[in-house]
């Protein structure tokens, strides 16, 4: 049985007893998926029924739990997606016995910019009339044009860097989790940034923040950002950033964010995903996530019970060497 | 008067030509390859400019910008009294902007009545907004093509609709035709560099016009939507189910070129600041946060309803039953979440919708 | 490094120091009259703890051209813990600097005690020196505060 049959039962066994289960749908076309409250038998049919499948399994569902908190939920997760659960868990911004988590075998998800940037120049996704996965390979179809692209080219970037294909935790898990594949993050993303001067790294922030409408869909699209309708964002006391259409504002929030999220983020790249402007967010968090990985060997949503290192110290700490300077 | 023609080799030129009485804006690619993210920036001669792909955000800001300073002030004292220095900044520079799609161009004739004192309310006067809006000249340019989320044509527009537009500017394999539409679209089109548009190109540019119109899937009738969703407002079952999946963030609502919900704060440091008028957004918390602590609007549920029912019901029954939407999509592309404003319009009339592209087969 | 005389223009430089053993040191420092550079304006704090690491960046984009903070030395915080937790985050902050364009030398933090004199007055000459090496900061050509320089003009109302 396919796996989103699997999931598909599943979902339909686990209904009776929760709320309702969080799983992807159909979006505005081919391309798109979309996250689906599923509440009643009936709904559950079009759970991955979409031309990707698992493929186009994209948000981050997670996002959701700790507005239904006091409700019980089920929730489909792709490996990634777990451990924004487990970090929730561990922070005790959800509870564990409230969640109904449903794994499965993910293979990777699509990037819908990778796939625009594939596109003959000039064409852009929301020209996409057909798509189809065939073997290896998406096939799409601009009008009467068909183009194919290679899954491993247009599969999102934190894919490659996976480590949890299953889930982390889960109640349910369709199909057979594979073993977890040895990959090491070279962060090769900030060593590209880094090859640059000081200088212009700095105007490279600057351009790309000037793209800002302060919308803020990264913070709202962070299953970690919980504070909701209370950000600092909109605080008037503190007065953190002005009301000024500046960059030096719009970087100060994303700089926020990140500060905000040292220690705790999982890497899931939702804020970037989510950002219409495409500005690569996800460079800030992950910024703090290799710190805080070579300080203290920490990497968050890998364990409920572990304490995030910005919420502990030891005395003698063993990669701080403050007293090199002074 | 005749229609005129530039070539793709002497557009910039032109472009330059009307830099010297206007501040030139245009769609730019402002990414490192060829799929760079289309925003619109001022005019430069060696800019990447961009008409193949639809711009992410529109065009809004060139006449509302996201931020502006109303008034700057001064705190001081004047014969041992406290006093207050106060400047209003100087009128802006005459705008042009060219290249944008007729749905951007529409959405300024959401703002007007709003604007302009001629509202059904008896509105004042915003003279912030009016002193740019009548020193902007829109040059629209046709769409060639159009997207799955296009909808224009579901709210009275079109890919070459001329409303809201003052020229518009059809793209041939070798140049642009530009056809004058308003009395204000003259000051763009008084160039030598410009040559008398020839029958053949008037041809080709009416033949682009049609297929462009034709591509798109024939529109549900929208006329219930005022009743519609007035009748909706109370089925909480309804707005959770297609509130459930939004994330409650701003960037449908700051994408949009119909969307003209402002605040005003005060920005200080010392003595110096300003009075500054910013966008903002009813889907966002503090939109209707009161001053008390309490937020009559608790969530994403409530804030999804007023701006769907704002656009498709509230507003037209105080404009003569005009749509507040000007179908550009934009908020549909670029939700995080794929939240679909004409599902959920529809969804309350009753009917379903063809959307997207008609030769669209899945989705 | 460059030497700094009494010519040399000063840079902006904000310190961050907590009530009970940095600030206590800089007050010994200048209840011993040691000679010190001038351009750090201090902000007391009741604890290194009480410093969110975005302080730092704050005063950064706002102007400064250098950033310190100084707390009790470990083991020693008049609240047990507070230093130790600063420590951490101080640490972690530091990544993000040189990815945002910013020098790391721009920031620095170490633990002073109230009784110090000498090693104050040593961590205030080495920064500004550091700092100075570095040059002025210069970042943001759009920031807000230009804007409201241009209130100059205008008519004073009653």
């Known amino acids: ?326 | 008067m005749s229609n005129k023609f530039i070539s793709h080799e002497k557009l910039r030129d032109w472009l330059e030509d009307l830099s010297a009485r206007f501040e030139v804006w245009a769609p730019v690619n402002t990414g490192q390859d060829a799929k760079g993210v289309v925003v619109y920036r001022p005019f430069v001669r060696d800019g990447a400019l961009e008409f193949a792909r639809k711009p992410v955000e529109s065009a809004k800001h060139t006449v509302f910008p996201r931020s502006e300073t109303l008034v700057n002030f001064k705190t001081g004292a004047k014969d041992g009294k406290p006093a207050l220095e106060l400047h209003v900044p100087e009128d802006p520079p005459a705008r042009a902007v060219f290249g944008l799609p007729s749905c951007d161009a529409r959405g300024f004739q959401i703002f007007d009545p709003v604007y302009n004192g001629s509202g059904t309310q008896g509105l004042a006067r915003d003279n912030y907004y009016l002193r740019r809006r009548n020193a902007t000249v829109l040059i629209v340019k046709a769409c060639s093509k159009v997207l799955n989320t296009c909808f224009c044509n579901w709210v009275g527009g079109g890919p070459a609709c001329t409303e809201g537009a003052d020229v518009l500017a059809t793209e041939l394999p070798d140049g642009f035709i530009l056809a004058q539409v308003t009395a204000r679209g003259e000051a763009a089109l008084g160039s030598a560099l410009l040559a008398p548009a020839s029958d053949s190109q008037e041809k080709q540019a009416r033949k682009l016009h049609e297929e462009a119109g034709a591509a798109l899937c024939a529109p549900p009738d929208l006329s219930a939507s005022v009743s519609a969703l007035r009748g909706k407002f109370d089925d909480s079952a309804f707005w959770e189910a297609e509130a459930s999946k939004c994330l409650s963030c701003g960037a449908c609502t700051y994408l949009c070129p119909t969307c003209y919900c402002f605040n005003i704060t005060d920005e200080a440091r010392g003595v110096l600041g300003a009075r500054i008028r910013s966008w903002d957004a009813c889907m966002l918390p503090l939109f209707t946060m009161e001053a008390s602590g309490h937020n009559p609007r608790t969530g994403k549920i409530q804030r999804l309803r007023n701006r769907i029912g704002h656009k498709f019901s509230y507003y037209p029954s105080l404009h003569n039953g005009r749509i507040a939407c000007c179908g550009c999509g934009r908020c549909i592309k670029s939700c995080p979440s794929s939240v679909d404003i004409r599902r959920i319009v529809t969804d309350a009339i009753g009917i379903t919708g063809t959307a997207g592209l008609k030769e669209q087969k899945n989705g | 490094m460059p030497e700094l005389t009494e010519n040399t223009k000063e840079l902006r430089i904000v310190g961050f120091l907590c009530n009970w053993c940095s600030y206590g040191g800089a007050d010994t420092a200048g209840v011993g009259r040691f000679i010190q550079p001038t351009d750090l304006r201090i902000i007391r704090l009741p604890c290194s703890g009480r410093v969110n690491p975005l302080f730092i960046i704050k005063a950064l984009m706002s102007g400064a051209d250098g950033v310190l903070v100084s707390g009790c030395h470990p083991r020693d915080c008049h609240y047990a813990e507070g230093n130790f937790y600063a420590r951490r985050r101080l640490e972690v902050f530091k990544h993000l600097l040189p990815v945002l364009g910013i020098d790391r030398r721009r920031f620095e933090y170490t633990w002073v005690s109230a009784s110090e004199g000498p090693r104050w007055q040593k961590v205030v000459t080495d920064f500004t020196a550091q700092i100075h090496a570095l040059g002025p900061a210069k970042f943001f050509a759009d920031a807000p505060e230009l804007d409201f320089l241009k209130a100059g003009e205008g008519v004073m109302q009653p």
Not at chain 1, 302 to 311: F, G, K, N, R, Y
């Open chain 1, 1 to 326: 049985m396919a796996i989103h049959e699997q999931l598909k039962k599943i979902i339909l066994d686990t209904l009776p007893g929760v709320e309702c289960v969080i799983g992807w749908g159909p979006g505005q076309d081919a391309l798109h998926g979309s996250p689906v409250f599923m509440r009643k038998p009936e709904d559950v049919d079009s759970f991955m029924d979409t031309p990707l499948g698992a493929f186009g399994a994209v948000n981050n569902l997670a996002l959701f739990l700790p507005e239904l908190s006091g409700k019980k939920v089920g929730v489909v997760v792709k490996g990634c997606d777990s451990r924004s659960i487990v970090q929730l868990v561990a922070e005790k911004l959800i509870k564990r016995e409230e969640v109904v988590i449903i794994g499965f075998p993910c293979e990777g998800a699509a990037d819908l910019t990778k796939i625009e940037k594939a596109l003959p120049e000039g064409r852009e996704a929301g020209e996409v009339t057909g798509a189809a996965i065939v073997g290896e390979t998406l096939k799409l179809s601009l009008g009467s044009e068909e183009i194919s692209l290679g899954l491993a080219d247009i599969k999102a970037d934190k894919c490659t860097r996976c480590k949890t294909p299953g889930a982390v935790i889960s109640d349910a898990f369709a199909g057979i989790a594979g073993k977890a594949p040895e990959v090491r993050d070279e962060y090769a993303d900030l060593a590209a940034l880094e090859a640059m001067s000081l200088d212009e790294r700095f105007k490279f922030w600057e351009r790309e923040m000037s793209r800002c409408i302060r919308c803020y869909a990264c913070r709202n699209a962070c299953p970690l950002c919980v504070c909701r309708d209370h950000c600092v964002a909109g605080s008037r006391s503190p007065h953190w950033i002005t009301q000024t259409d500046s960059t030096r504002d719009k970087l100060m929030f994303q700089i926020i964010h990140a500060t905000h999220l040292a220690g705790r983020c999982t890497g899931c790249g939702e804020c970037q995903r989510a950002c219409p402007a495409g500005i690569p967010v996800l460079l800030l968090k992950r910024t703090f996530n290799r710190g805080v990985a070579e300080i203290f060997g920490y990497d968050a949503g890998m364990d409920t019970e572990a304490t995030p290192p910005l919420l502990t110290f030891q005395v003698e700490e063993a990669h701080i060497k403050e007293r090199e300077w002074q």
